[in-house]
Structure formats: structure tokens, C-alpha cells
């Protein structure tokens, strides 16, 4: 079946203009994670979403950051005023249900600030 | 709050040799460790995992062995290839309503 798609693929801004990335999960998954991976670093966590319960976004870095989800479909991360440090690969995941199962990674958003 | 330290950040070895990635957590009670492989320019993906009821697993030439009182573990890739170059990611997880927690990465270069 399809896998986990986002869009657009790639994104170019000015700084300062507000970006919304998009992601769609495998049908069916509960839990839905954004990341961002700045390049040729690791991982870091922005937000996640587990079913119908408060979303966890601890690891959002500013108030710019915000992202919802509607019950177990799309999610949407959006960026307002974008700055330069926010230039990342931005990956969406999704998992069957729970955090214990594997997670399935979309292709992520190439964000480039200029 | 949970944290996983993986360990080398950076790994070079001879084809056909062994290599071994080593990663820390810190909450006792994570009881789910995910590998996953990044190759370069592409997303992450799982190759192997293991959970707390289990010490060893094995999937042809990747095992995980898991040390649950010394909270480590460890992924080990025997007889490299070319292929097994990429970033790799150990992670770990404690509860069904907890996000997994990710290391830091470990890139893997494969020598001819």
C-alpha cells in the first residue's frame, strides 16, 4: 500500500514568510511524529501525536513552531517568520498504533530559508 | 525525562570486518529498541528491534543484544559490504503513550 507522503518536497522561503508542510500517514496509523534534521545531524523531535490524546510537543524549539492533526489523518507542521536556523529536512512518521511499533518515514521537506 | 547516548558518532571499517554501535538510556523502564538505517539523501528505516522480554535477536547479519540491569545496547553488523555504509540510529521507548526517543547517530563507512 501507499506509505507515508509529504509535501512539497522541496520549499524555498524568504525569511520571515510563514511555511506549512504537509504530511500524510499510512491509513490507519495512530501515531504521528514530525522531526526535523538539520544536515548531517541526527533526529530531533518536534511534536507527536497519539490518537485522540494531547499531542506531546515538548520538543517544539519556539513558539514559530505549531503543528495539528485532525483524528488520524493529516497532520500539518507550520513555521511563522521563518528564520535561517530553521533550514532543515523536515520528516514526518507514522506507527500502527503506539510508540512500540515500528515507524514508517515519509521523504521528507527539504526547508531552505533564504 | 528519557535520554539515549549512542556511541561512536563515527565508524570506519574494513570490508568483510565486524562493527558494533553501542547506545545508553537512561529510564529503566524503556522496554523497546528500535535500529534504524539512514542512507545518505534518503529516509530512515527500520532494520532491526528489540524488545525488554528478549537479550539477543538476530536477522541474518545484524543482531542486537540488549542488557537490560546495565541499560545498554548494541547492534552488530558482521561481514560488512559496501551497503552497510549510512547513518545508523538506535532508539528507545518505555511506554505505549510515550514518544520514542532517539541517539544521536553513528555514520558507518564500509573501506574496500
Known amino acids: 500500500g501507499a506509505g507515508v507522503s509529504q509535501s512539497p518536497s522541496n520549499k524555498v522561503t524568504e525569511k520571515g514568510k510563514d511555511v506549512e508542510l504537509r504530511c500524510d500517514p499510512i491509513s490507519g496509523h495512530t501515531a504521528l511524529y514530525w522531526y526535523r534534521q538539520r544536515l548531517g545531524q541526527g533526529l530531533e523531535f518536534l511534536i507527536y501525536f497519539q490518537g485522540n490524546s494531547a499531542p506531546d510537543k515538548s520538543g517544539l524549539p519556539s513558539d514559530r513552531f505549531s503543528a495539528e492533526r485532525t483524528g488520524e489523518s493529516v497532520s500539518t507542521l507550520t513555521i511563522q517568520r521563518t528564520q535561517q536556523e530553521d533550514s532543515a529536512v523536515y520528516l514526518c512518521?507514522?506507527?500502527?498504533?503506539?510508540?512500540?511499533?515500528?515507524?514508517?518515514f515519509g521523504p521528507g521537506t527539504r526547508l531552505l530559508v533564504l | 525525562g528519557e535520554n539515549v547516548e549512542q556511541h561512536p558518532s563515527t565508524l570506519s571499517v574494513q570490508e568483510g570486518d565486524s562493527a558494533v554501535i553501542k547506545c545508553t538510556y537512561s529510564?529503566?523502564?524503556?522496554?523497546?529498541f528500535p535500529w534504524y538505517k539512514q542512507e545518505l539523501g534518503k529516509r530512515p528505516q527500520l532494520i532491526i528491534d528489540i524488545r525488554s522480554n528478549v537479550g539477543e535477536k538476530k536477522d541474518q547479519r545484524i543482531a542486537v543484544t540488549l542488557n537490560k540491569t546495565a541499560k545498554h545496547f548494541s547492534l552488530h553488523i558482521t561481514e560488512t559490504q559496501p551497503e552497510d555504509s549510512a547513518v545508523y540510529f538506535c532508539?528507545?521507548?518505555?511506554?505505549?503513550?510515550?514518544?520514542?526517543?532517539f541517539g544521536s547517530g553513528t555514520r558507518l563507512s564500509i573501506r574496500p
Open positions: 529510564d529503566s523502564a524503556s522496554n523497546y
Open positions: 512518521a507514522s506507527s500502527l498504533d503506539r510508540s512500540r511499533e515500528t515507524q514508517y
Open positions: 532508539a528507545a521507548s518505555y511506554s505505549s503513550a510515550s514518544k520514542i526517543i
